[in-house]
C-alpha cells in the first residue's frame, strides 16, 4: 500500500495523542496548544480524523466514560500510530533540514532558521 | 418572550447542535452524537445560545459528506473499473476487426485489391485502441493529470468525429453512438482507478489480460490470414489460401493461448477482485455467447465467425456485452451496499 503524507490536522492529533490516552476536548485544546494557537479544529473536522486515523489503525478507543449523564469517549494511539507517526516525523525533519540547507545557501542571513 | 429565549443557554445550544448533528448519517450518529456533542459545546464560550457560524458550517459540511461517502460504493465499485479500465480498449480493438475481412498486408501489397476504407476504418480502431489503453494504463499507473488529459482530448475528439460524420447523415449516429459510449465508460473506468488506495490490478495480471483480449480481437484476423484476393484476368477476384488445412488449427491455437493467458492472469488477482470480475463479466459472456449462438443459427450457410455482421449489426451486437456489464456493475453495486447496510446495523444496535 502506498502511504500518503499525513495532512496536518491528522499529524497534530497523533502528536496530541502521543502524550498519552485523551477525550475529544482536550484532543481540541492540545492541538491548539502544540501548533502554538494556530490550528483549532472544529469538531466535524475533528470526527473525520479521527474516523480515518481509527480505520487505518492508527489510533483506537482506550475507555469510555460517562460524565454529566454525556459520553466521554478516549482515544489512544496504537503501535502502528507511534510508528507512522515517527516515520512523518523523521520525513518532515528531512524535508525541513534540506529546506534550511539551501536557504542559508540562498541567504546567508537566514542560517539562523 | 419566545419558548427557547425562557430556556437556559446550554440547553438551546445543546439543542441546536444535536439538530446540526442530523446532518449525519444516522447510524453513525447512534455512534457519535453524545461525544461530538460533548466536544461542540465544550468549544464554545460560557452563555451562547447559538453555535459558532464556522462551526455549524463545518459541522454541516462534514454531516453531509459523510452521507456522500457512506451512499457511494467504495472498493465493490473500483475493482471492476479496473477491469473495465482494461478491456474497453481491447473491446475497441475488437471491433476494429470488424474491418479486416481481408488482411492488412494483402490489401496494401501491390496487384492487390485496394480496399482503403477498411485500411482506414482498421487503422482508426487500432488508434483509438492504443488512444484509451493509454488513458487505462495511466489510470492504472495513478498518473492522474496524464489520465485526465489524455481522456478529455479523446473525448472531445470522439464527439467532434461523430458530429462531423453523422452530419447530414443520421443513420451514421446511429450506427456510431456507441463507439463515444464506449470511450466515455473508458475515460471514467480509468480515472476511478485511481480512487483507490492500493494498486487493485498488478501489472503482470493487467498485462496478461491484455494481452489475451488483444489476442482475442486479433482473432478474426488470424481467420483470415490464410486468405488472400486477387485479381482475375477476367476482372473478378479469386480467393486463395495459403494456409489450406492449417486455418482450423491456427484459430484454436490462437483462441487456445488466449484463454490461457487469460485464465492465468485470473488466477493472480486477489479472492475479493475475482468475486467482483465473475459478476461483472460472467453475464457479459454468457449473454454474448448467446446471441451470437442465436444469430449465426438463424443463418444456415454463412461462415460461422462474427465477420458476418454489417456496421450496424456490430454496434447492436456490441450492446449486448455492454448492457449485460452495466448489469453485472449494478447488481454488485446493490449486493455489496446491501452487505455493508446490514453490517452497520447491528453495530449501530450495540450502541
Not at chain 2, 98 to 103: D, G, K, Q
Given at each position: 500500500m502506498t502511504e500518503q503524507a499525513l495532512r496536518e490536522p491528522a499529524f497534530l492529533v497523533l502528536t496530541a495523542l502521543a502524550g498519552g490516552p485523551m477525550h475529544g476536548y482536550a484532543l481540541v485544546e492540545d492541538v491548539r496548544r502544540v501548533s502554538e494557537g494556530r490550528v483549532r479544529l472544529h469538531t466535524g473536522t475533528l470526527y473525520a480524523v479521527l474516523d480515518r486515523l481509527r480505520q487505518a489503525g492508527l489510533?483506537?478507543?482506550d475507555r469510555e466514560e460517562i460524565v454529566e449523564s454525556r459520553l466521554r469517549r478516549y482515544y489512544v494511539l496504537s503501535d502502528a500510530g507511534a510508528e507512522r507517526l515517527t516515520v512523518e516525523a523523521e520525513r518532515m525533519r528531512r524535508n525541513a533540514a534540506a529546506a534550511t540547507r539551501r536557504l542559508r545557501a540562498l541567504r546567508p542571513e537566514a542560517g539562523t532558521l | 418572550m419566545s419558548r427557547a429565549g425562557r430556556r437556559p443557554a446550554a440547553e438551546v445550544l445543546e439543542r441546536r447542535y444535536r439538530r446540526l448533528l442530523a446532518t449525519y448519517p444516522a447510524d453513525y450518529r447512534a455512534a457519535n452524537a453524545d461525544d461530538m456533542l460533548g466536544v461542540a459545546l465544550a468549544r464554545s464560550a460560557a452563555g451562547r445560545r447559538c453555535p459558532e457560524l464556522s462551526e455549524a458550517a463545518n459541522l454541516i459540511v462534514s454531516g453531509l459528506r459523510m452521507r456522500l461517502v457512506a451512499s457511494l460504493p467504495r472498493h465493490s465499485w473500483r475493482d471492476p473499473a479496473a477491469i473495465l479500465a482494461v478491456a474497453c480498449p481491447l473491446l475497441i480493438a475488437a471491433t476494429a476487426a470488424?474491418?479486416?475481412?481481408?488482411?492488412a498486408w494483402v490489401m496494401l501489397s501491390p496487384g492487390s485489391i485496394t480496399l482503403s476504407g477498411q485500411v482506414q476504418g482498421l487503422a482508426a480502431g487500432i488508434c483509438s485502441a492504443a488512444w484509451w489503453t493509454l488513458v487505462a494504463a495511466a489510470g492504472m499507473a495513478r498518473w492522474p493529470r496524464i489520465a485526465l488529459a489524455v481522456a478529455v482530448a479523446g473525448l472531445i475528439w470522439q464527439a467532434i468525429w461523430l458530429a462531423l460524420v453523422s452530419t447530414g447523415q443520421p443513420g451514421v449516429l446511429w450506427a456510431s453512438w456507441w463507439e463515444l459510449a464506449l470511450a466515455l465508460v473508458a475515460a471514467v473506468t480509468a480515472l476511478a482507478?485511481?480512487?483507490?488506495?492500493?494498486?487493485?490490478?498488478s501489472w503482470p495480471a493487467t498485462t496478461a489480460i491484455a494481452i489475451a483480449a488483444a489476442v482475442l480481437a486479433a482473432w478474426p484476423a488470424a481467420e483470415n490470414a490464410s486468405v488472400t484476393w486477387r485479381r482475375s484476368p477476367s476482372g473478378g477476384r479469386v480467393e486463395s489460401s495459403s494456409l489450406v488445412g492449417f486455418a482450423g488449427p491456427l484459430t484454436d491455437g490462437v483462441l487456445g493461448c488466449a484463454v490461457i493467458v487469460a485464465l492465468a492472469a485470473f488466477i493472480r488477482l486477489g479472492p475479493d477482485v475475482r468475486r467482483r470480475v465473475i459478476v461483472v463479466l460472467l453475464p457479459a459472456i454468457v449473454t454474448t455467447a448467446l446471441v451470437s449462438w442465436g444469430w449465426l443459427g438463424s443463418?444456415?450457410?454463412?461462415?460461422?465467425?462474427?465477420?458476418?455482421?454489417?456496421s450496424g449489426q456490430w454496434g447492436m451486437f456490441e450492446l449486448v456485452p455492454a448492457t449485460s456489464s452495466a448489469a453485472g456493475l449494478i447488481w454488485l453495486y446493490g449486493w455489496e451496499y446491501l452487505r455493508r447496510t446490514r453490517a452497520k446495523a447491528p453495530a449501530a444496535a450495540e450502541h
Open positions: 489510533v483506537e478507543v | 470488424r474491418f479486416i475481412s481481408a488482411p482507478c485511481m480512487r483507490s488506495e492500493v494498486r487493485l490490478l443463418m444456415p450457410g454463412w461462415l460461422a465467425s462474427l465477420d458476418v455482421f454489417y
